[in-house]
């Protein structure tokens, strides 16, 4: 049985000493055996461990987290990793409204060293020159609204859009979708 000292594992990872000393220590990873001189050695299922440990923390999960996935056997981890992916779509959205306003605040400072992020004006000048009528962009919203009711709600709030008028765009373009269900996709 092939077997790893704490360098040679903490390497093969890009991993310090210290951080497999700390999982040790906190029981997410200890070492399958010790040496008469007390140094660890990790077996082939403490490295499959540490790979699957990495995995996860390069999600962003805490610890504690990564710990509750590895140790339950009944649970593959999809709810603790639904969670994850939702925190990093508030993350996301939060970061959005933040690079409004940076954007805003250089816009006043009469700086034009930044492009202005997308915002619901400018997604309405797009659309109205590229030939869409107010008709065309209910519509569009409907048929977006039908396909992927929570894209159409990333994109709405990406625009800086509040959530309360997002949500009443959404309300407006489902009901015009059942009016009329979307189009089928046109062939190129």
Same mark, same amino acid.
């Given at each position: 049985?092939?077997?790893?000292s704490i360098s040679q594992?903490?390497?093969?990872?890009?991993?310090?000493?210290?951080?497999?000393?700390?999982?040790?220590? %906190?029981?997410?990873?200890?070492?399958?055996?010790?040496?008469?001189?007390?140094?660890?050695?990790?077996?082939?299922?403490?490295?499959?461990?540490?790979?699957? %440990?990495?995995?996860?923390?390069?999600?962003?999960?805490?610890?504690?987290?990564?710990?509750?996935?590895?140790?339950?056997?009944?649970?593959?981890?999809?709810?603790?990793?639904?969670?994850?992916?939702?925190?990093?779509?508030?993350?996301?959205?939060?970061?959005?409204?933040?690079?409004?306003?940076?954007?805003?605040?250089?816009?006043?400072?009469?700086?034009? !060293?930044?492009?202005?992020?997308?915002?619901?004006?400018?997604?309405?000048?797009?659309? !109205?020159?590229?030939?869409?009528?107010?008709?065309?962009?209910?519509?569009?919203?409907?048929?977006?609204?039908?396909?992927?009711?929570?894209?159409?709600?990333?994109?709405?709030?990406?625009?800086? %859009?509040?959530k309360e008028e997002a949500?009443?765009?959404?309300?407006?373009?489902?009901?015009?979708?059942?009016?009329?269900?979307?189009? !089928?996709?046109?062939? %190129?």
């Amino acid at each position: 049985m092939n077997y790893y000292s704490i360098s040679q594992l903490a390497k093969s990872f890009g991993l310090s000493r210290s951080t497999l000393l700390y999982y040790d220590k %906190i029981g997410l990873l200890c070492a399958t055996e010790r040496t008469l001189s007390g140094y660890r050695r990790y077996s082939q299922k403490d490295h499959d461990r540490l790979e699957r %440990i990495c995995m996860f923390r390069s999600t962003g999960l805490p610890l504690a987290d990564v710990n509750k996935i590895l140790v339950s056997e009944t649970n593959s981890g999809t709810g603790v990793l639904e969670t994850r992916l939702q925190e990093l779509g508030d993350e996301i959205l939060a970061l959005r409204v933040q690079q409004q306003l940076i954007t805003a605040m250089l816009k006043n400072m009469n700086s034009d !060293k930044f492009a202005s992020a997308m915002n619901k004006q400018t997604w309405i000048e797009m659309l !109205k020159s590229a030939g869409m009528d107010e008709s065309a962009m209910q519509c569009w919203h409907a048929d977006f609204e039908a396909r992927s009711p929570q894209t159409h709600s990333d994109f709405l709030l990406s625009l800086g %859009i509040s959530k309360e008028e997002a949500e009443k765009i959404q309300t407006w373009s489902r009901e015009l979708s059942r009016k009329s269900p979307p189009r !089928k996709k046109d062939s %190129i």
